[in-house]
């Protein structure tokens, strides 16, 4: 009786083994090629920053024509943008910055004007922005550029 046990353990073991399993097919999102983490420097008013990362992901309703970019400023501080795929722009025009913890922080009085484009054949981004602090009089500027490269997890030279 108990070599059938064995065997029994043995004939379930074969059976579920051989058993096919569906194919799955890896779906990407609508804006994975402008998509990632990036690793960049940017120069304000004159002044340098960096290196540090910035994330690009699409938005929940994952259409081609948006994307959130995230960490401007070596921040918490994500924008809302337009992407437009086949030209491989991106823009923002009066947008309301986010807080990545509390979310839009339009109370502050803060506006980020954003125009740029990104190349997938060497896996860059480059964007000037604008921020406008409308609580000063009259509101003041700070004139931006970012340039980075997508993070390949391997160590910069």
Same mark, same amino acid.
């Given at each position: 009786?108990?070599?059938?046990? +064995?065997? #029994?353990?043995?004939? $379930? =073991? ?10 799955? @097919? ?11 983490? !990036? ?9 340098? +920053?960096?290196? #540090? ?23 918490? /501080?994500?924008?809302?943008? &337009? ?8 823009? $923002?025009?009066? $947008?309301? =910055? ?8 339009? @109370?502050?009085? /803060? ?6 484009? !990104? ?9 000037? !922005? ?17 340039? &980075? ?9």
């Amino acid at each position: 009786m108990k070599n059938h046990k +064995y065997i #029994y353990a043995l004939l $379930a =073991l074969v059976i579920f083994s051989c058993q096919e399993y569906p194919e799955f @097919d890896v779906e990407r999102t609508a804006t994975n090629m402008v998509s990632g983490e !990036f690793v960049g420097s940017e120069s304000c008013n004159g002044d340098e +920053y960096g290196p #540090y990362n910035i994330y690009i992901f699409n938005t929940s309703s994952n259409t081609p024509d948006s994307v959130w970019i995230e960490n401007i400023f070596d921040s918490e /501080l994500q924008v809302k943008v &337009a992407v437009n795929l086949e030209a491989g722009t991106i823009s $923002a025009q009066n $947008a309301i =910055l986010y807080d990545v913890s509390n979310g839009p922080i339009e @109370d502050i009085g /803060l506006t980020i004007d954003l125009e740029g484009n !990104f190349l997938e054949e060497n896996d860059s981004i480059n964007f000037s !922005f604008t921020i406008t602090d409308h609580n000063d009089s009259p509101p003041t500027v700070s004139d931006c550029e970012f340039s &980075a490269r997508r993070a390949t997890g391997f160590e910069e030279h």
